[in-house]
């Protein structure tokens, strides 16, 4: 069974602060996926990310970026100086390599940035 | 422009009262799927189908019924069996295997 974890529940940061949210994952397999998903006060869920188990580099793109470490099975996503639109729900999410099943989703960290 | 639509955005239940919520998708995406997500929690699996005509049940079924008639559409119901079903439904599709799920606006349902 696959399982994730997002430890912070929520994290208000003040605006042009960096704040890293936390994701530790748990499988067995050795060919999946990991995910990051932005779920602003609208509701929908807005992809982000997508990462293979193969490829431990990080990314960046433009504020954002991902540590993906095998080692400690963790995804954890980094939004450097931060914005009051950064303000959402983030969900780090896994799923199995072949598996057209379904995520594993974590609970979410609720990000407030105040201005 | 090509996405998921919900409707309705917000629904209300009464008791006794089965209830279908709609999710069409022009994304020409094979696989669809329904989520619940409850205040504070992530998304859990209702059901999910890769083909026309075709789906199976997720991580909790018990209380929804879904049909796929069609490769656009994928409707939930929400029956009287769901003793609790106040909740935030999410519908997701993904045109293949490993691909990054793209989701719809999601639809607030309350008991009246």
């Known amino acids: 069974a696959q399982k994730v974890t997002q430890a912070q529940t929520e994290i208000s940061v003040v605006e042009k602060e960096d704040v890293t949210l936390d994701c530790v994952y748990e499988?067995?397999?050795?060919?999946?996926?990991l995910f990051w998903y932005k779920q602003p006060p609208s509701g929908e869920l807005v992809f982000l990310i997508r990462r293979n188990s193969f490829d431990e580099q990080n990314e960046i793109s433009g504020r954002y970026s991902w540590n993906f470490q095998k080692s400690t099975s963790s995804f954890n996503f980094t939004i450097t100086a931060s914005q009051v639109v950064d303000s959402a729900v983030y969900f780090c999410a896994l799923s199995i390599s072949g598996s057209a099943r379904q995520l594993t989703f974590g609970s979410g960290t609720q990000l407030t940035v105040l201005p | 422009d090509g996405g998921i639509t919900q409707s309705p955005k917000y629904l209300f239940r009464k008791e006794g009262q089965n209830v279908t919520l709609s999710c069409e998708q022009n994304?020409?995406?094979?696989?669809m799927y329904w989520y619940r997500q409850d205040p504070g929690q992530g998304l859990r699996l209702i059901y999910y189908?890769?083909?026309?005509?075709?789906?199976q049940k997720g991580d909790i079924a018990e209380g929804y019924s879904v049909s796929r008639e069609k490769k656009e559409s994928f409707p939930l119901t929400v029956t009287s069996a769901q003793k609790n079903p106040t909740a935030f439904y999410l519908c997701a599709s993904k045109v293949t295997v490993n691909q990054p799920q793209h989701f719809g606006d999601g639809t607030r349902l309350s008991i009246l």
């Open positions: 499988t067995r397999d050795t060919t999946y996926y």
């Open positions: 189908s890769q083909i026309v005509n075709d789906f």
């Open positions: 994304l020409n995406h094979d696989a």
